[in-house]
């Protein structure tokens, strides 16, 4: 099992600019998160999806998006990117709600 | 709402004990504990799932208190190892399937 992955590992974007961050777990687990860590900060939820076809926002969705068109996939998307959302941002997965909770590696996004 | 935990941050000397406090507004129903190293994602501890209960991994234990809303590690005679964030995870209230995180504790431990 590769677990959870993500992609790409680091990227720059400019402002204004758009991208999708890819999320991918192998597990077959149905809850899937997307959350962001500023530097030296804790870890805010951005949006979460409880199996293929439902989404739901969490503490932090303005400037995102997301969709969840199969149960292994939850790309995060970055709609007009702004310096505000240089952050580190990790998907996990889980079966039940925090049950057996996976991380991805993260994907650190730097705006300029 | 993000459960707040205490303190902050914390310097130990090797073998000396910590305990990392974790306080919930809303009711919990389980308490999951994680540790991350600088530059890596979170790694679970240990999970929580009744009132009063308490757990131990090796030389981290953890209680559980549903009534108070809060869960307590216990770390002790720590070690180089236990250095990094310690967070509390749970979820973010009833009727929902947000799973949050606590504030989190920096742990630092000098030889």
């Known amino acids: 099992n590769a677990g959870v992955t993500q992609t790409p590992k680091f990227r720059i974007l400019k402002i204004g600019q758009s991208m999708t961050l890819q999320c991918t777990q192998d597990m077959n687990h149905n809850y899937m998160y997307w959350y962001r860590q500023d530097p030296g900060m804790g870890l805010k939820l951005i949006y979460y999806?409880?199996?293929?076809?439902?989404?739901d926002k969490g503490e932090v969705p303005n400037g995102y998006n997301v969709s969840r068109s199969t149960t292994e996939d939850f790309p995060l998307r970055l709609e007009l990117a702004a310096p505000s959302q240089t952050s580190v941002y990790f998907c996990?997965?889980?079966?039940?709600?925090?049950?057996?909770?996976?991380f991805g590696n993260g994907t650190r996004l730097t705006v300029t | 709402q993000q459960p707040v935990q205490s303190p902050q941050a914390v310097i130990l000397r090797e073998g000396e004990d910590a305990v990392i406090n974790c306080s919930s507004s809303?009711?919990?129903?389980?308490v999951h504990w994680y540790r991350q190293k600088h530059g890596e994602a979170p790694v679970f501890l240990m999970i929580?799932?009744?009132?009063?209960e308490q757990k131990g991994h090796d030389k981290i234990s953890a209680s559980f208190n549903e009534k108070k809303q809060q869960s307590s590690l216990y770390l002790t005679a720590s070690q180089l190892s236990y250095s990094g964030t310690y967070f509390c995870g749970t979820e973010g209230g009833s009727g929902t399937y947000k799973y949050i995180f606590g504030t989190g504790t920096r742990l630092k431990v000098l030889a």
């Open positions: 999806s409880v199996g293929a076809g439902i989404t």
């Open positions: 809303k009711a919990l129903y389980s």
């Open positions: 996990a997965s889980s079966e039940g709600q925090g049950v057996d909770f996976h």
């Open positions: 929580l799932l009744k009132g009063g």
